[in-house]
């Protein structure tokens, strides 16, 4: 405990050094904090924030990358993403960039810097923006916006709420009641909806748990192809 606590110290100067724009100092806190604990995310990821405004860019990667390896805390994770793309932007690497900005928009696809980030991104680099047209994004706008876990919810409320419009509807009273009805079927809908989104929301998960296998094993990148188009080239290191 003694151990932790001192760890704990130690970060936390650095965190307050940090936002007093004394960079240096606080990287050395955090350096001393990751001797007691090398394994340490929390600490990983402010070190990846104090090389990333050294301008140190691929010490910062490596920082960022240790970080993001602790799947057991997804807000810590996302954060470690969304900073990860943003290092590969400042190098040009808007393979990597749109890649990891992916890979955070699975948990904060609300945040408004990475949606700006991830719209500027692409049009920097020639390529074309959201492809769904403007009537899907309104309709379905839960699924674009909602984590694995908040989908999740949804469909069980949803699915609660159509038990209880059904069961309300055998009462007599209730039996003719058109708003009751339209309740029902409405919930319904939105239930089956909510549960494929949410499995299409895992499956995609799958998918990109390889890419991240297969983005330390392959370099991705992206330029003109025959037809002068820009095209997502994957190329062995």
Not at 45 to 53: D, P, R, S, T, V
Not at 122 to 143: A, D, S
Request: proline share 3%; with cysteine.
């Amino acid at each position: 405990n003694m151990k932790d606590d001192t760890l704990s110290c130690t970060d936390e100067e650095g965190n307050k050094l940090y936002k007093k724009g004394q960079v240096g100092k606080a990287k050395s806190a955090y350096l001393s904090a990751q001797k007691s604990q090398p394994n340490s995310p929390e600490i990983a990821f402010n070190l990846g924030n104090a090389y990333y405004k050294e301008e140190s860019m691929e010490t910062s990667l490596e920082t960022y990358t240790k970080a993001a390896k602790d799947e057991d805390a997804p807000d810590l994770q996302s954060k470690a993403f969304y900073n990860l793309g943003n290092t590969y932007l400042r190098q040009g690497k808007i393979g990597e960039t749109l890649f990891f900005y992916e890979l955070a928009k699975k948990w904060i696809p609300r945040d408004a810097e990475l949606q700006e980030n991830y719209r500027v991104a692409r049009e920097q680099n020639g390529l074309p923006q959201n492809q769904i047209p403007l009537f899907f994004q309104i309709i379905f706008y839960w699924h674009l916006n909602t984590t694995i876990n908040e989908e999740s919810l949804l469909a069980l409320v949803a699915f609660l709420g159509m038990l209880m419009a059904f069961y309300l509807r055998k009462n007599p009273r209730f039996s003719q009641n058109f708003g009751l009805f339209a309740l029902s079927y409405f919930c319904l809908l939105f239930w089956i909806l909510s549960l494929a989104g949410a499995s299409y929301k895992i499956y995609q998960e799958q998918s990109q748990q390889v890419g991240v296998l297969l983005h330390s094993k392959v370099k991705v990148y992206f330029g003109p192809s025959s037809t002068q188009e820009r095209v997502q080239v994957v190329q062995a290191k």
